[in-house]
């Protein structure tokens, strides 16, 4: 018999919207001039861009024209970090602050700054999995280029609080991005509300395609481009646009503002659902993060005595595709860089999965994995004979 399966892992990615493959497929196959050609099909293929655009901006808040697509939240966050920091270095700001939580995107961009010279600080976080604004005031200097906070967290879900965290930054000059991978789509975002300077999306987190993502960049601010060529995106990313994709997160973009709300409250119903009765069956288990401050869909869970890499194998056999943490770092077997820098020990970084549900999750897919979860561990954990720890 065919296992049934359940998709746990929407925050690695999600299935696409069978819409936005309609919408895709259909300008894959007849909008398939070059947008920057003056002729009908360039100017068919420029209309389907703006139109995108607008759906783009209407999901955070902004004006079409701030909007840069780009090959995704890497391209984005790269193009954020580096477009600022190089374009501020003249003025000699030569200071950029992150935190510890942060995407590889964004920690491997300013490790690769800092090999270049850019002091960098990261800031810690506590057993919450928030960063503190008393920490960010303490590490705010007078040549701060840019802070670059992430605004959900991809592996613990946890809300950071961004509004106040700009302000800080911008009282002492210094630009402010954040990664809203995990929140677009997920959470209503409004960039002046936040009052941020740069937010980095990506479609195939909300039911898009993936090699597609948009970051807002606030009008008037001036970046250095990362990619060099032709005058695309009011030159800030060179490159022929990839129109069927940025359709497709146009699309992604306008199905998601209408279902936010009802969406968000039907999943953390199911993730809260989910979380207690796990914690109420299973002794040694424990959330990871701030449990009031979320995106709805996520949950972090760590289970004592019990290898992650093995729990997820097993799950996988029982048809339940979960994570151990990011997508990009799972298969490494090194602890998450995240529960480590909340500073658990390590018999709760190594145990820890990640269930991240989505649209089409249902009651019925959690009260199976409530149903066979007890089991997969107790089995697991009779392999060992350490005691499990409350
Ligand atoms: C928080 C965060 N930032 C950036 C990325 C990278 O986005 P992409 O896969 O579009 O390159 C991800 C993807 O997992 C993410 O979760």
Not at 193 to 202: N, Y
Not at 230 to 253: P, Q
Not at 324 to 333: E, M, Q, R
Request: net charge neutral.
């Amino acid at each position: 018999m065919a296992v049934q399966r359940i998709y746990l892992d929407h925050n690695a990615t999600t299935p696409i919207h069978p819409q936005v493959v309609e919408r895709m497929a259909a300008t894959l196959r007849d909008t398939y001039g070059n947008p920057s050609s003056v002729h009908h099909f360039g100017q068919q293929a420029k209309a389907a861009l703006d139109e995108a655009r607008s759906a783009v901006a209407a999901l955070v808040g902004a004006e079409p024209s701030e909007v840069v697509f780009t090959s995704g939240g890497t391209e984005g966050d790269n193009f954020a970090i580096r477009g600022a920091a190089e374009a501020l270095e003249a003025g000699g700001r030569r200071h950029l602050i992150t935190s510890a939580i942060e995407h590889e995107a964004v920690l491997n961009t300013m490790k690769a700054l800092a090999k270049r010279g850019w002091r960098t600080t990261v800031l810690p976080v506590g057993e919450t999995g928030i960063v503190s604004p008393a920490d960010l005031e303490a590490a705010l200097a007078d040549d701060t280029a840019l802070v670059s906070i992430m605004h959900a967290n991809n592996e613990i879900g946890t809300i950071q609080p961004i509004g106040e965290l700009a302000g800080l930054a911008h009282k002492r000059g210094a630009l402010f991005h954040t990664d809203a991978v995990q929140s677009a789509g997920k959470l209503p975002i409004d960039v002046k509300r936040l009052g941020v300077d740069l937010l980095t999306t990506s479609a195939h987190k909300f039911y898009g395609p993936k090699g597609v993502g948009a970051t807002w960049v606030r009008r008037g601010l001036r970046l250095l481009p990362i990619l060099y060529g032709g005058r695309h995106e009011r030159s800030r990313r060179a490159g022929t646009e990839n129109v069927a994709g940025i359709v497709g997160m146009g699309v992604a973009a306008r199905l998601a503002v209408p279902t936010m709300a009802s969406e968000a409250e039907r999943l953390a119903a199911l993730r809260d659902h989910l979380e207690t009765a796990v914690l109420a069956a299973i002794p040694g288990t424990a959330v990871n993060g701030a449990r009031a401050q979320r995106v709805p869909n996520t949950t972090n869970i760590s289970f004592d005595r019990t290898e992650a890499e093995s729990l997820l194998i097993a799950l996988d056999l029982a048809g339940i595709a979960v994570s151990t943490g990011s997508a990009c770092s799972s298969g490494t077997l090194e602890p998450s860089h995240v529960l480590k820098a909340m500073g658990l020990p390590p018999h709760r970084t190594q145990n820890s999965i990640r269930f991240s549900l989505g649209h089409a999750t249902t009651a019925a897919d959690v009260e199976r994995v409530v149903a066979v979860l007890p089991g997969i561990v107790d089995k697991l954990r009779s392999l060992t004979r350490v005691p499990v720890r409350a």
